[in-house]
């Protein structure tokens, strides 16, 4: 085949990439817009490894290669992934999308890795010399600079089974389909015997990379909700200060006040 | 030298270019499918819409590589169909399609919501074509056109 190679198995894709200096290929909806000159793909729409969605006790396991219509039509993912998902562009955009494409394109404004960000998903990346675990946010290295291997592939997004049921997305666009997001958010909150167990926020499509700030987060952690309550606007202005957003089409101020709008009626939905 | 061999329209093809060659160029200036449109080439338009393995797809955002072994179906073969025929009805009757241009796209993306929802809501109909746009009718009679395809062709689905 002239400029392509079609992987059929997991390891004769791992061969190919280390062999060869390709792209690799998964729906094709990011890079058929780039139009790349002169590259050579590694198609991986027949690699049956990539594909498939499996729970074991603490994961579920979302291969690279899985689309976002498939991962909608299936009872283990998690029901905030599959909010975040739906609202992706258009079914024929859902159909050829996929999530290692969503995470490979780098893009802060990816909506499937927003959720991953929020919920601490890992991800499994693998090559011929082997197999590694990393978290979602350390695979991010910057604007478009990922923790991939030329001879890697991503195999996997495990994400956490439990602990996401209770949860806030937002997607705020220009137009209802096919429109990137300006702003998004998710929150994953959880409480344990009146007391606060988790308060993630992530926010997505306003600087380099998703942003989530951990140890602001952690402030929250062991409260009651009256507590929470007490120290809500110091929690705030916390946020407001550490936020930076990059300049885009919308103003930076704007952006920002959507954030912040954002996280206060996520906190107001859990009683804080 | 190995070709990309897939099915159009229910022939065999074998393809020699580029693996990276986007389908909606090759459909239309290889195969002389013209009924696949080009309006934009970025997957906002969906005029470019085709059917492979009876999933929609916008053609402009496949590349060739990945149609090996596939069934790909445009209008030209659609059309041989007797749910063609229902939704070709429907439009005249409700007068759905004006200069035409993003008709092909919007057909095949009703037949796939069709095939997966014999008996979908307004909503459910605006949703499967809202990767569609359509610059002349406005919308309503095209989702009204759907419908009432959905409805008489009872059974087709
Ligand atoms: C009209 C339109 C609307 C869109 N709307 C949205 C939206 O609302 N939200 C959103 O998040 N995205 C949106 N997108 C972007 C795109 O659809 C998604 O990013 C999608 O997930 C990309 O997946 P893909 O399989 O098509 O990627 P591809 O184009 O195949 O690949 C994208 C990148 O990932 C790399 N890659 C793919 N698989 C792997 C792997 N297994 N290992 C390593 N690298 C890999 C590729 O080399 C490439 O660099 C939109 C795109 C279009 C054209
Ligand atoms: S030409 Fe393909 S979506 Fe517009
Ligand atoms: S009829 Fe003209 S674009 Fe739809």
Redesign the pocket.
Known sequence: MVNGYIATSLQEALEIRASHDV????????????NRQGVEYLF?NKVSE?KKITADDEYVRIG??V??TEALANANVPQLMKEAVS????PA?RN????????????A?????LIEFVSDAKLR?VSKKGERMVDVDKFYLGRKK?D?GSD????EVLLPKKGLEQYSYE?V?GRNA????RVSFAGVFAAENGRITNAAAAFGAVADTVLRYKDIETTLIGKTIDEAKAMKEDYLKAYAERMVLTRGRVSAEYRKNVCMNLLRDFLTKFGI | MNEIRFTLNGKEVAYAGSATDRLLDVLRNEYRCTSVKCGCK???CGACSVLIDGTLL?SC?VAMGAVEGASVVTMEGFRETKRFAALDKAFGELSAVQCGFCIPGMVLAAEALLSRNPHPSEDEIREGLS?NLCRCTGYNAIVNAVNNAAKEGNGLW
Request: charged share 15%; hydrophobic share 45%; with cysteine.
């Open positions: 792209v690799p290929y998964a729906g094709g909806t990011d890079l058929m817009v780039e991986l990539l690279a290669a689309t976002f609202r992706i562009a258009a955009i050829a999308g996929t999530f290692g494409g969503n995470l490979g394109n780098g893009s404004k990816a909506d499937s890795v990346l990922l991939l890697e592939l991503i195999a997607k666009g096919l429109a990137i997001s | 970025e997957g906002e916008n955002c990767g």
